[in-house]
């Protein structure tokens, strides 16, 4: 397909997932809010952090409005730039009219509708009315979003790029909502093998957000059976295989694809493309234990892994570096 | 059947409704009774309450607004997006009607690239002085460089949209001919799905004529151009990108014909082949449908200035390796300056007379015609020959003083420039207003698609018919105010015979 717009599906799928991700974010960190017996600002602050913004935050409200959940929720929703909600629907509805030609007819009215829904004078309301129903419509716009685009688009090539490029995200997005709250876990992580399990109830809470935030609080009890602990909890967030938002689940799929998109024999799986490096990380992922592991170095590597991925993807996009050599010229026709 | 039964403090649609005096109306007699043709879609509109209507109309827009099926408007920026107004009240051509004007579309798209062929050959029509050579050599519009140079796929314009109005006579007639990148089909075609979904019954019951073909004609088209096995040719559609105006119609085509749609960056040329960069290496083009303009092809051709384009591309076209629709050049066959001269090249070419007329022009390149305008702009409309859009225009009958004295110094700068015409009252359609609520009568055009193969001509049945929204316009161009209307060619001729 043309590289061009492999590339804006590859983005397309980024910002969907990115904007699916940031309501999710939003709406469990309200939650641990409640039920967390947490100073505000040690529910709010992780968030600003991982989603990036920290510096841009404090240099507009000041570091001490990162306790104000308002004033963090109305930035990581409405800011026009950065990764807010409304910046990652708009780039992806901008991208998604790029390549209009290949998304099929009913993802592109999900996302042109989910778009419209933001500039419209009605968000605002039911924002101010309703904030956990205007996360659901966000939610519930992305997701469909992405289930049309598996459900009525050709599984083929530009399927492909969008699908690797909301695994890439997700991987991201997991790392990064680990990170949040990695304090916790490695304190947690350093008395593991004591025999006291008792956790107190502010972090069963903050797992709980955890889970919450990856959509996985069913799936991970059906594993283990309301047993909450840091090594269950990172354990079943990085490796589990079954789970379609660990970060183990999301690195396999975006190989397969890389694999589908350029098959190992192309000549183009050298030892430097996105598919070695991104198969070393899994590889190197699989082979780590949990217990007393440096949580945030872990994490950090990942990202920055992924981030790496993404760069070398964005070249190989491009093609091969030179044209095949043409025919010969046939005689010009001439008038 | 009625959809609802009209009660006395919610009265039909059409029964206050007058033509305006001295205008033709397409549906209604200055009587007030439908023309023969509209009998049965009036009858079908008449079924319908007002408030009934004013749901419709909002729905269809909502419908258009949440799929996307926008314009960009140029005077913004940023690039507003909105939607081409839709009017649900169809524009109704009868069935005798339509096939004497395809026959004079056939009629005049083929003169038109017999003519540019000759222009880009022999020149006999200049050499046997039918037509005034300066004002075509010295056209911006014409390309020596393209001369002696045969078209890939030996048509130059498969691809034609031909204004027409019509009078208070009642007669179709030629407004402007458009042979480069004629836009509005898709428009055409969402509105007969808008349409359907809303008016199905209706539409089945008066017996309209399908358009949603015409991507596949035009698929077709395309592929006829090809310098390899049609086959085996490579179609893409170049785009400037998601800013231009049209750039919904330029996905819409694409998709609904399944071909790539690319930007100049996408391309290369190496050794006179064109190359459209992929995730897999380089593919090769052999026929391209380009909505840009000649300008911006080839800078290495065109505009040595230029950033844009394909670099090579218009070498690759010389040498009939790939083809271009439309072909370039085609701009001095729909020059405004040209047009007065069409039914000429119609009789040269092809020893016929012309079957649709056009409107009387002014050429102000000639000097008794010059003189003329220059003394009666208060009653003519003089339109700017290289500007399209409605803008470079001034409409006489509506002008200040002010306006028609500068227009009086620029068309003596430079007389080439402009053209004029006396203003035609332009006929009315029913026309929802949403104001109050009711139908109005509405100045309309229509612009039919003809599609031309080296084995032949297919022409979409009707065409894009736009509106002047505005109350009392003459202008119906999207970007000032207008809006679009389904337009319905019936199968059948009624029991009248129109």
Known sequence: ?335 | VPLTVPTASNLSLLAKYRPLDGTWDELVAPDGTARPHAQRTCALLNAVAATEFARFQSLAELSLYNQGVTFSVYSDQRGTEKIFPLCLVPRVLGAREWARTEQGLIQRVHALNLFLDDIYGEQRILSEGRLPADLILGARSYHPKLRHLAAPGGVRIPIAGIDLIRGPSGELRVLEDNVRTPSGVSYVVENRRVTKRIFQHSIEMAGVRPVEQYPIELARTLRALSPVDPDDAHTVLLTPGSYNSAYFEHTFLARHMGVELVEASDLYVERDTVYVRTTHGPKRVDVIYRRIDDAYLDPEFFRPDSMLGVPGLMGAWVRGRVALANAPGNGCADDKAVYPFVPDMIRFYLGEEPLLPQVDTFVCARSDDLAFVVEHLEELVVKSVDEAGGYGMLMGPQSTAAERAEYRERILSSPRKYIAQRRIELSTCPTWDPAHNELQPRRIDLRPYVLTRPDGTWVLPGGLTRVALVPGSYVVNSSQGGGSKDTWVLREPDRTGA
């Open chain 1, 1 to 335: 397909m043309i590289s061009r717009v492999a590339d804006h599906c590859f983005w397309f799928g980024r910002y969907v997932e990115r904007a699916e991700s940031t309501a999710r974010l939003l709406q469990a960190t309200r939650t641990l809010v409640f039920d967390a017996d947490l100073p505000v600002t040690q529910c709010w602050q992780p968030l600003v952090i991982v989603s990036g913004e920290y510096p841009s935050f404090c240099e507009r409200f000041g570091a001490e409005a990162v306790g104000d959940g308002e004033r963090v929720q109305e930035y990581l929703t409405w800011s026009p730039g950065g990764v807010s909600l409304v910046a990652s629907v708009r780039a992806a509805r901008e991208c998604a009219r790029v390549i209009r030609d290949v998304l099929s007819h009913d993802a592109w009215e999900a996302i042109n509708e989910l778009f419209h829904f933001l500039d419209d004078g009605v968000s605002p309301k039911l924002y101010r009315e309703n904030r956990e129903g205007f996360y659901r419509r966000m939610r519930n716009g992305t997701q469909l979003t992405l289930g049309l685009v598996r459900s009525t688009m050709l599984h083929d090539e530009p399927m492909s790029f969008l699908w690797l490029g909301a695994m890439i995200e997700r991987a991201g997005q997991v790392a990064r909502l680990l990170d949040m709250h990695h304090h916790t876990i490695a304190q947690e992580g350093a008395q593991l093998g004591a025999s006291a399990q008792t956790h107190d109830i502010v972090k069963v809470a903050l797992w709980l957000s955890l889970l919450r935030a990856s959509s996985g609080v069913e799936a991970f009890m059906k594993m283990h059976q309301g047993r909450v602990s840091a090594q269950s909890l990172i354990t079943f967030l990085l490796l589990e295989q079954s789970f379609p938002r660990s970060l183990r689940y999301c690195l396999r799929s975006a190989c397969a694809i890389l694999r589908d998109i350029w098959p190992p024999l192309s000549g183009s799986a050298s030892e430097h493309s996105s598919q070695t490096r991104l198969a070393a990380l899994l590889a190197w992922l699989e082979a780590q234990t949990f217990d007393g592991a440096d949580i945030h170095a872990l994490l950090t590597h990942v990202v920055d892994e992924t981030a790496a991925v993404c760069t070398l993807v964005s070249t190989e996009i491009q093609g091969p570096p030179r044209p095949p050599a043409t025919a010969p010229h046939a005689p010009a026709p001439q008038s």
